[in-house]
């Protein structure tokens, strides 16, 4: 990608939302699944709704959005909060709820778009997706790899000028997020990898997107712009992990030391009858 697209990332990222959940939409047409309920975490100004009411016509659709999503990704970040909408369910922060406002088993599917490299720890939003989902649910996400934004963090201290550069707390490894899937007794996780690469002519929009991305402190590389202009790359590299996995034998008790215990409740007779026929 070049740099028609710099302008719109300054636009709370929609066109970066927007694009990755057509591809996500592109995912999900070779998978049968019907849902009756899905949950959106969280859903860019209404896009991802729209396009998986189209999908699913007839789901009930949920969803998390973020507070002031409308707004400049600036004042996003520094509220860093979302809310469920769904007949009067409250508020909450997603930063530092123990869970969702959401009952148990209520969802055939949850479909996250990059969301989960703001989290400190991303498996929480993997263990609350199977807590959500039904058994036969699907939980299908993407977001930013540990890559993103890997020309910034090349930079040497002379260079960066105190632009304040971060790591993404929640851009982990796809082995990684991997483990956590089966870790959560997600069943037949798939994960797929792409790099976008970003070009730019201006100083000025590559902070802002950076900023806007998580990748750099806006005090400090807003002022160290304001001041003198520091050396930047002419590119950023983006790293798109994608994935989904399954919820299957959910009513089964978890495994411990390698044994499956199982609630004798949950065992049921079967009656084998034989039928001669003459």
Known sequence: ???????????????????????????????????????????????????LAKRFPRAASHCVIESGAALDR??????????????????????????LAVPDQSQDMVFSNLWMQDLQNPSWSVEEAWRVLREGGLFTFSYLGPDTGK????????QSRGLGVKNLPGAWDMHDLGDALVKAR?????MDMEYLTLEYESDAL??????????????KSLHALGSEPPFLPKKMTLELVYG???????????????????????????????????
Do not use: C
């Open 151 to 158: 020309e910034l963090r090349a930079l040497d201290l002379s």
């Open 186 to 190: 997600f069943a037949d996780p798939v």
């Open 74 to 99: 600036l004042a996003l970040k520094a509220t860093r909060t979302a809310q469920f909408i769904k007949n009067g369910i409250p508020s909450f922060s997603y930063l530092s709820t123990p869970s």
């Open 244 to 278: 989904h996995a399954w919820v299957v034998n959910k009513h089964l008790s978890k495994a411990k030391d390698a044994l499956a215990f199982i609630n004798p409740e949950q065992i049921k007779r079967k009656i084998t009858r034989d039928y001669k026929q003459e």
């Open 1 to 51: 990608m070049g740099a028609e697209y710099t302008d719109h990332m300054t636009r709370s990222l929609r066109w970066l939302k927007d694009d990755i959940a057509l591809r996500m939409m592109q995912k999900l047409e070779v998978l049968k699944h019907q849902p009756r309920s899905l949950l959106i975490l969280p859903d860019a100004i209404g896009i991802q709704g729209r396009l």
């Open 206 to 219: 590559y902070i802002q997107d950076a900023i806007a991305l998580g990748l750099l402190s806006a005090d």
